[in-house]
């Protein structure tokens, strides 16, 4: 942990990052970026990648709890991931090369804006 945040901050942000994420089905990144990025003052590029090696052990633990509740479509999230995997490669190089400040930007408009759809009938 080179950022020097203390272990009991970041497992904070890791349980409000699972809520989240088991709440709302995988919005938890949002939280976990923010509290990296906007609370521990870590490099906003860290964060955002930080965030992204956490998803898969918090999207598995999930994906088990509601598929022994019988809510995954597994056929979806097989096409979902497919869709997925090419993206993930694709935004993590846009990001690279993005300016901190850009991406803080666009990371909040990005919020901004699902939270205004969400609002919106």
């Known amino acids: 942990m080179s950022e020097r945040a203390p272990r009991s901050a970041i497992l904070v942000i890791g349980f409000a990052t699972g809520v989240v994420s088991g709440l709302l089905g995988i919005g938890g990144g949002l939280v976990a ?12 590029h860290r964060a955002h990648a930080t965030a992204l090696a956490a998803i898969p052990a918090i999207a598995t633990v ?3 709890v509601f598929a022994r509740s019988g809510n995954v479509d597994f056929p979806v999230a097989l096409l979902i991931a497919a869709g997925a995997v090419g993206g993930a490669a694709v935004g ?3 990001m690279a090369w ?9 990371f909040g408009l990005l919020m901004l804006a699902l939270g205004i759809r969400l609002l919106l009938p």
């Open 92 to 94: 993590a190089r846009i």
């Open 98 to 106: 993005m300016p901190e400040p850009v991406l803080r930007l666009s």
């Open 33 to 44: 970026v923010f509290g990296l990025a906007g609370v521990l003052r870590w490099e906003q």
């Open 62 to 64: 999930g994906a088990i």
